[in-house]
């Protein structure tokens, strides 16, 4: 009886192990995919004026260099101001005087990372949204990697 015991549960736990692995590759693959394209989300409230642009990416690169590359270009910028640099959440707050925005690079893997931007604009009706993608496709180039635009 115990035996018969024993053997169910290595073979549930083999199941159960090879399960997790699969479930682990079809993740991977799925990440995989969304490498390096660039999705993209904008929304306008027409009775308050109020209106967000967000982009995001994921790329195969270290986080802390993703982050460096960032700040390096915010600093040499002539058209927005960094307002808020948080080393520790790896984010940055920055305007343009009329628009505030915001980046964090989130941390997927040793050289996987998500770079998150947003911008929000009262008053201002024209979407943000080309140009966040834009200066992504500047981060990425400097970064050396192939990023796109997701299609729709």
Not at 46 to 74: N, Q
Request: hydrophobic letters at 40%; one cysteine or more.
């Amino acid at each position: 009886m115990k035996r018969s015991r024993l053997l169910h549960c290595l073979l549930a736990g083999s199941l159960l192990s090879g399960l997790c692995g699969s479930a682990e590759a079809q993740a991977l693959f799925l990440a995989r995919r969304a490498i390096g394209r660039i999705e993209q989300m904008s929304q306008f409230a027409p009775a308050t004026g109020a209106a967000y642009d967000v982009a995001t990416v994921i790329v195969e690169v270290s986080p802390d260099k993703v982050f460096d590359t960032i700040k390096r270009l915010l600093g040499r910028s002539t058209e927005v101001r960094v307002t808020r640099i948080d080393d520790a959440r790896r984010s940055i707050e920055f305007t343009d005087g009329v628009q505030i925005g915001g980046i964090q690079v989130s941390t997927l893997g040793e050289d996987l990372s998500q770079l998150i931007v947003s911008t929000a604009h009262p008053g201002v009706t024209t979407s943000a949204t080309s140009t966040l993608v834009t200066r992504i496709l500047g981060v990425c180039r400097e970064l050396n990697v192939v990023c796109q635009r997701a299609e729709s």
